[in-house]
């Protein structure tokens, strides 16, 4: 199993010590470095600024909105930072959720897995550059004819000619038939939420994506990159305080990342098994009762989700992981000492 750096999206300012972090995972002997997208800093920007530091480290997005660029501008994102880097991108992407796409991006939520198939599909034909890119889906018709249309589109192909045909795509996705569908058409999988205890959920509905016929990869050649808080302490009290400290962003997540009445992520928890505490939650953190929100979150599944506690324990962990198929742990760490630690110990 590798190891990546989780720098993730940006909060209200951007943020400090990261080309430091950046320096530590290249010369630790990290895999890969990945960043993310919400509504605020874009995932492909600090990827390039960061990663231009970078000469062996796999450069990744986990995840690109779908809906935020047109399926071509993707391509083009990916093509060029590609060329720019050596051919080391990872090509991360999602669907988001209907908050996010029909209330910052402004486009239609409905047929996701639809729309990712056609994305993905548009994608490779920009890459593969066999010929002018064309898609009779109805969801990014190329030319597009419908309305508001002059007529006038014509089938391009790129004019840069991709340094790889074929870069890898690795799909965000947390349903079963979103898991299916990554198995089946997707080159990795960047789960939310995955852990060693849930892993066995997911197995069947990966085996259905890869039993499908033209599937791209079998388990065998499928990356599975899962995202964890990795953290060594020296003493019950420490561990005590990040787990404590790691609650509210689980409350977020349960309680206020979507509408009260389609949050993907609170219906990962109830798979997970705590059902008994989302709806509560979600309820209490809606109302803005965050910190009653947060009280609510059990230690237990805050060690379920991340990786905290001594040296001994922490080998053990990541052990587990590494068991149920992951094949890079995405870890976010603070400093460039915490991340030359991690490596050291897991060396």
Known sequence: MKLGLQLGYWGA???QGVAELVTAAEDAGFDALFTA????SDAFTPLAWWGRETSRLRLGTSIVQMSGRAPTSIAMHALTLDHLTGGRVILGMGVSGPQVVEGWYGQPFEKPLARTREVVSIIRKVLAREGPVTNNGPHYPLPYNGPGSVGLG?????IVHPLRADIPIWLGAEGPKNVAQTAEIADGWIPIFYTPKSAGMYQPWLDEGFAREGARRTRADFEIAATCHLQITTSEDERRAVIDAMKPVVALYMGG???KDQNFHKNVFERMGYAAITDQVQELFLSQKREEATALIPDELVEEMHIIGDAAYVKDRVAAWEDT?????LLSCR???EVRQVAELLA
């Open 325 to 329: 198929g992951v094949t890079t742990l």
């Open 37 to 40: 997208e919400a509504w605020g």
């Open 335 to 337: 400093s460039a000492d």
């Open 154 to 158: 014509k089938p391009l192909k790129p």
């Open 257 to 259: 990342m979507g509408a």
């Open 13 to 15: 300012q951007p943020p």
